[in-house]
């Protein structure tokens, strides 16, 4: 049995566990929740880094971080489904590394707020990191995934996990500007059921 260690508020563990679910692996793999702040908590001997997710494997070896991960899952499964092989490659793993990096832009406005009081807290970083969602936003409305026969890719899995981030932090202020995305997504939540059993 594999081990991942998340919580249910972080995207990149949503990522992952979208992820399992797609492959149908769901059996395969126990989800135990991890304390990033708890220095006792044994995510620091299995991820060097106190990071989230971490993918415990059957021999004991930890994969990290969810990048890893989802090739992981990839190869175990076999099928390609979530990284498909030859010409789409690439496209497909620059999807997820737009939605992963708006993802930590989101992330690292929440480490600001959360743990430095406003008297700290810098504006020009701030608006800098919410530059890079807006920018984020702007180009994957403008080139939404394309929907595959073999089931969700992890450029549209990312992406998902992205905008449920905002949804779940930011009150889902991205749907009055990005329409086509909001579409985008409530077509995905209809058929990746994943989607809607990851939710934070």
Sequence with gaps: MLILRTSTASPFGRKVRMAIGTLGLTSQVEVVNADTSDPHDSLRQQNPLGKIPTLILEDGEALFDSRVIVEHLNAMDGRDILIPAGVERIGVLREQALADGLMDAAILQMYEIRFR???????????????????????AATRLPVRRPAGPHIGEITLAAALGYLDFRFHGKWRATHPALESWLDEFAGRVPAFAETAP
Excluded: C, I, N, Y
């Excluded at 970083?125 to 702007?138: I, M, P, T």
């Design 117 to 139: 009081p406003p008297t700290h807290h810098v504006e020009s970083w701030l608006a800098h990191q919410r530059g890079k969602v807006e920018r984020a936003l702007d180009f």
